[in-house]
């Protein structure tokens, strides 16, 4: 077969608080090659005010540079294509404004990640481009906040992002554009306090090699190169340095360095004193810079996925280890909830093989992660877990729906209590929370006999026909079918029908 067929391309879009960018890739075979990148700044963290609410000045920015994006993967499958949004939209009251605006200009779903989540996948970009080093320290400075990772090989074993950023430390200590010993003082100090709690933690990993990623360590490496240090290679010295020279100059628009670009120029001063905390708090040495980031992290995954090598299941199987989920119970229940689903996903518009699929079998799984907790009130707990817990894998959109769904598995249902989502349509959630409500009631004796066939079959969006194949199963099972009565009218309550056969 012509080698050339086989070719796909993909591509990855981090949207941070600084910069946006894009990379792209083809995929030969089992080998990924990067096509291109693209970089715009954007300074999304600028247009964030006090109360958290994102600018329109800030928001058309963003769309400007997606617009450009969007022509150069015009026609790439939804597949091929990832957006992960860090700090800034994390942050951003009105983030699902951008989102549904940024959706009619680049028609690809938008997830916003937690900060474990992207330094997992700055990890991962950057392991992927320097292989060769054993045990590693990672370090990316962004516009909203500073990613600390520990690792070593493909596994990061440290995870901590904290909210210190160039653009925000610029706006609290350089917002006059002043620069002087008593601005990066303060500046370094602040820095130092967000990390103190975190450092004496790496410190006691040690590593065999510490790295910088992304605009911040690159622009330090370019100036240094640009004062004579061939190198490029970043010290506490040479950052001292740096904020010397910097000092100096007494305000940021008179910066002029060698290898400084002038849209990086506004927010390197900031940047120098984080790295420079970081240095002194985590004891660095020496740090190199390397072109794998968040971006390249992403398209490695996407790569991965494509094999089959999902780590979200993995993260899953983890968690239920972890709080002592009964695992043969929970399979009982996911194998359950998948047949009903497949059963009735024509009407419900939900595509076979989809993503919803996926979420209904880790919620299955993990649906009574909240037991370790106490057995009163398990779904609310096993809701909070699943919420707030570090599940590599997965975007904060989707860890909301997974507790929503352990959150609505059992008792009375107050729908008012359901956030809105981007990615996810609401019908489509209310239908997996009825289709686990029943997979979990159905197996709730907890019996190693196999239940006899049900058919779950839909008239309306709202009316529902649950049927048993066996005759009078059910009448011989009253205690199951005291519950499904219950469960009839807790659906009756919402304006539901469930008709029992």
Known sequence: MNPISQTRYIAAIDLGSNSFHMV????????LQLVSRHKQHVQLANGLNEQGELDNAAIERGLDCLAMFA??????????VRIAATYTLRQAINADEFIQRARR???????????????????????????QSDSKLIVDIGGGSTEIIYGSGFEPELLNSKPIGCITVTQQFFANGKLSHTNFTNAILAAEQKLESLAHHYRLKGWSSAFGSSGTVKAIRDVLCGLGYQDGVITAKRLLQLIALLSEKGNINDIELTGLTDARKPVFAAGIAIMYAVFVGLKIREMFYTEGALREGLLYEMEARLKRSDIRMRTTENLAIKHLVDLEHAARVKGQAREFLQQIHEPLAIKQHSELFDLLEWSALLHEVGLSISLSDYHRHSAYLLQHSNMPGFNIEQQRVLATLARF??????????????????????????????????NSQRSDSPLPPFELTITTQDQWQLSCSEFNWLTRHKLLNANLLAEQA????????????
């Open 24 to 31: 792209v890739a083809k995929i030969v075979g089992q080998e």
């Open 71 to 80: 022509e150069r993967i015009q026609g790439f499958k939804q597949a091929d």
């Open 490 to 501: 807790y659906w009756h309550q919402l304006g539901w029908q469930l008709e029992i056969h």
């Open 409 to 442: 598995q059992r008792k009375s249902m107050n729908l008012n209590e359901i956030e809105n989502f981007s990615l996810y349509q609401k019908p489509q959630l209310l239908s997996l929370i009825r289709v686990l409500r029943l997979a979990i009631l159905l």
């Open 105 to 131: 200009i680049l028609p690809y779903p938008i997830e916003i990640i937690s900060g474990a989540e992207e330094a997992r996948l700055i990890y991962q970009g950057v392991s992927h481009t320097q292989s």
